[in-house]
């Protein structure tokens, strides 16, 4: 069984401020990790994954995250943040075990606020 | 590249009703899911296709929600008869191949509200 836990449903942020979106993760298996954001009426759009290669991985927009297997987290960070950057962001585990199953399984989300 | 496509974007109907949702995923793309997003949570997978086969169906309330992807290209997913509870937005993804370090694409859902 797998889960993920995102601490804070909502974040507030100054413009320009440092982000960090914590995002914690249960696996049997060794996950694979994946940030996804949601603008409002739209679909998801992913940011950046882990896949086993290098634990801190860069995405679109600025956004970055650092897999640490000791802490089993994967938390989402990005140096300055930007007006635009106000979404809802969705961490998600996928632990592939055999079988061809491998949908993803997501937090309940973090809705991102930015302050002017 | 064409994105997912889902259709129709919006659908308000009364409990008991009958619903379908369509979706056309990337050309191309062998793998296909289903995932519900009720208001506040994040997406939970229904149904996972390969091809026009179901990989995993395992969170699909059967006795309510169907899925078929016939031709291994479209699908449809549908609900009949729908209850309050199913009001949520029906998120259709898709992945060129099977397995775990792939990008799952998503569409733009479909929002549907049971009166």
């Known amino acids: 069984a797998q889960s993920v836990t995102q601490l804070g449903s909502h974040v507030s942020v100054s413009e320009g401020a440092l982000v960090l979106l914590r995002c914690n993760y249960s696996?049997?298996?060794?996950?694979?990790l994946f940030w996804y954001v949601q603008y409002p009426n739209q679909g998801l759009q992913l940011l950046l994954k882990?896949?086993?290669?290098?634990?801190l991985v860069k995405g679109i927009n600025g956004f970055e995250a650092e897999f640490k297997k000791s802490e089993t987290s994967f938390h989402l960070t990005k140096p300055s943040a930007h007006m635009s950057d106000a979404a809802e962001y969705f961490c998600?585990?996928?632990?592939?075990?055999?079988?061809?199953?491998?949908?993803?399984?997501f937090g309940k989300g973090t809705h991102l606020i930015i302050q002017p | 590249e064409a994105g997912v496509a889902q259709s129709p974007r919006y659908k308000i109907i009364e409990k008991r009703q009958s619903v379908a949702f369509w979706c056309n995923p990337i050309?191309?793309?062998?793998?296909l899911y289903w995932y519900q997003q009720i208001l506040g949570q994040g997406p939970k997978l229904l149904i996972q296709?390969?091809?026009?086969?179901?990989?995993?169906d395992s969170q699909l309330p059967k006795d309510r929600f169907s899925a078929e992807r016939l031709k291994g290209v479209d699908s449809t997913l549908k609900i009949q008869p729908a209850k309050l509870e199913d009001s949520a937005v029906y998120l259709c993804?898709?992945?060129?191949?099977?397995?775990?370090?792939?990008?799952?694409?998503f569409g733009p859902g479909t929002r549907l509200t049971v009166l």
């Open positions: 993804a898709s992945s060129l191949v099977q397995g775990s370090k792939d990008t799952q694409y």
């Open positions: 696996s049997s298996v060794p996950p694979y």
């Open positions: 882990y896949t086993s290669a290098a634990t």
């Open positions: 998600a585990v996928r632990s592939y075990s055999g079988g061809g199953a491998d949908g993803l399984t």
């Open positions: 050309s191309g793309h062998a793998t």
């Open positions: 296709f390969q091809n026009n086969g179901v990989v995993d």
